[in-house]
């Protein structure tokens, strides 16, 4: 029997909502953005995120009912993301998809963050099934999943300190590009000569899946003042250039690996920073070189949404991986746990 959704997603500044059917089939998905809220500040206050989230959460999710064409009585489940993220921000979110669950006297399913990143792939591909390898890069995280099934999965390697998103958010902003930084930077890198400026790679020696972008991050933005103090101009495309490509060259190369030693012929991407056009076009290039598949989900599916949380919500209920109301938000969780039987030790 066909089973409907109706899903939130609030870890960070995205207030958004969406209706599936079967986990595949987005009836409906619904966004409120805080990025010209937070770009005032250069970056997401979690403060003001969460009282946004409050503002906003049912006046999006009744838009999504609507848009769907569904009525209430026609959910058979409430789900929203549980874990990773803000946690002032996830709570809000949760908070409100236990009290509609209850209130409708339907299934509450806790969802995790990272998890949902992958199944966008499953909304963009419907033919893609697991096991496949995946990348998940965002402005939190950047990791490399071995996914076995739709609610198994194992982490593989994972940076050992900022994730690339917030390294490039970070270097945007001194270099004076606009909130996100990410999304400016990519831009900016096409005109760019990488060559211009030698960078350190992101990579952790002996560990061959694990990154470290603290190192690039202080580089370059090393390198922005240090010129700033000789009185000498930074080449801004150039840099933007050269940074995307050492990502790309430290990242692609481990997801690669890491897809061959693990027996996987299917590589997935995901996440903001899978929307970078270097590290798509790198992908693109090695996957083919190594015979293995990639699927790149469109760019509106690479940051957070609702869609990601409505498919995932749709497997983790099928394997009955459900919440109640007591179901509590946590700010960091390896993607290999259920959010449902995750317990603190608080």
Same mark, same amino acid.
């Given at each position: ?96 998809? $236990? ?9 509450? %399913? ?59 958010? $970070? ?31 992101? %990579? ?30 930074? #080449? ?23 897809? $061959? ?59 009955? #991986? ?5 179901? #509590? ?18």
């Amino acid at each position: 029997m066909s089973k409907l959704i109706l899903a939130i997603e609030s870890s960070c500044d995205e207030t958004a909502c969406a209706v599936s059917r079967d986990g595949r089939e987005i009836l409906a998905d619904v966004v409120y953005s805080q990025a010209d809220m937070h770009a005032l500040y250069g970056g997401v206050v979690p403060e003001i995120a969460s009282r946004k989230h409050i503002e906003k959460v049912s006046l999006v999710a009744e838009q999504a009912v609507k848009q769907a064409g569904v009525r209430l009585s026609d959910l058979d489940a409430v789900a929203a993301t549980c874990a990773p993220g803000l946690i002032g921000a996830l709570l809000v979110g949760a908070n409100f998809a $236990k009290a509609a669950a209850l209130a409708l006297n339907v299934p509450f %399913v806790p969802v995790h963050h990272i998890r949902g990143h992958v199944a966008a792939n499953y909304v963009a591909f419907p033919q893609l099934e697991p096991p496949m390898t995946a990348l998940v890069a965002s402005g939190g995280h950047t990791v490399i999943l071995d996914v076995a099934d739709y609610t198994h999965m194992t982490v593989v390697g994972a940076s050992r300190d900022d994730a690339a998103g917030e390294a490039f958010d $970070k270097i945007g902003r001194v270099l004076g590009l606009p909130y996100p930084g990410g999304a400016a930077l990519d831009a900016l890198s096409r005109e760019g000569d990488p060559d211009k400026y030698p960078l350190p790679p992101a %990579v952790i020696r002996d560990h061959p899946y694990d990154f470290s972008f603290s190192g690039l991050k202080t580089a370059a933005v090393n390198l922005i003042h240090n010129a700033g103090q000789k009185g000498q101009a930074v #080449n801004r495309a150039d840099l933007a250039a050269a940074v995307s490509r050492t990502v790309a060259q430290s990242v692609v190369p481990r997801v690669v690996a890491a897809a $061959k030693d693990h027996g996987r012929r299917r590589v997935c991407a995901a996440g903001g920073v899978a929307a970078n056009s270097t590290l798509r076009a790198l992908l693109e290039e090695e996957c083919r070189k190594a015979g293995l598949e990639l699927y790149l989900p469109p760019l509106k599916l690479c940051g957070d949404n609702g869609s990601m949380i409505a498919c995932q919500a749709y497997f983790e209920y099928m394997a009955g #991986n459900l919440g109640d109301p007591s179901q #509590n938000c946590f700010a960091t969780l390896p993607a290999s746990e259920d959010v449902c039987r995750y317990e603190s030790g608080m």
